[in-house]
């Protein structure tokens, strides 16, 4: 099944709401990627929707506008921006551009995480969650929870750790590919540490 830009705005737990460009939505999803580089598209193919954090927003006219309409011409199937306290309000000039280049240019609670518009994309599968417990200092796994889609293999790494006496560290430097439901564990993990990439750090 091919994923429309609409189909990811129609899903109501990712809370995305269209802020510019709803004549493309009908545009095809290869890929959801997450980069806060100046320039993305030099290490992407086409047909990506970038997911770009708040923060990282140009806050000018020039500069917002520069993005979109780079984006829009080396293929980019829309943009997601992740709200958080620094995050600049979207210029007339960008939404004008956006509107008229039929580009998606969506936000979304920063709450929310970017993982999960990515294993939206590869399973259909929404619900779920990864809980790890620790010793609060050695930081060695001691039990873990697993609520969702193909949790009976998933549990399987975790049983390991716990038998070989994982720390938090351990499980985070495990290479989990992207995107993949395994990589929650990945995250989880990294959130214990204070290092989550699609999560708000506490």
């Keep these: 099944m091919a994923y429309r830009v609409a189909d990811l705005v129609d899903t109501p737990h990712l809370r995305l709401q269209v802020r510019a460009g709803a004549a493309g939505l009908d545009q095809p ?16 193919a086409g047909g990506e929707l970038l997911m770009k954090n708040g923060q ?3 806050e000018s006219s020039r500069g917002q506008t520069a993005l979109i309409r780079s984006l829009a011409e080396k293929g980019m199937c829309g943009l997601v921006i992740g709200l958080d306290a620094a995050t600049p309000e979207l210029t007339t ?3 004008t551009l956006a509107d008229q280049l039929r580009f998606p ?13 990515g294993r939206a994309l ?3 599968e929404y619900e779920g969650f990864v809980k790890l417990l620790a010793d609060a200092s050695s930081n060695v ?5 697993i609520v969702g889609p193909d949790a009976s293999d998933l549990i399987s790494e975790l049983a ?16 989990h590919p992207h995107p993949t439901l395994p990589e929650a564990i990945m ?4 959130a214990a540490l204070g290092e989550a990439i699609h999560v708000l750090n506490r």
Excluded at 36 to 43: F, N, V
Excluded at 108 to 116: E, Q, R
Excluded at 141 to 145: I, N, Q, Y
């Design 141 to 145: 796994l001691l039990g873990a929870t």
């Design 160 to 175: 390991l750790g716990i038998e070989m006496g994982a720390t938090m560290a351990d499980i985070a430097l495990t290479i």
């Design 122 to 124: 590869t399973t259909g």
């Design 93 to 95: 000039a960008a939404i």
């Design 187 to 190: 995250e989880t993990a990294e």
């Design 105 to 117: 240019v969506m936000v979304v609670p920063y709450s929310l995480g970017f993982a999960a518009i």
């Design 56 to 58: 990282t927003l140009p």
């Design 29 to 44: 999803v290869a890929w959801a990627q997450t980069s806060d580089l100046e320039e993305p598209w030099s290490y992407l």
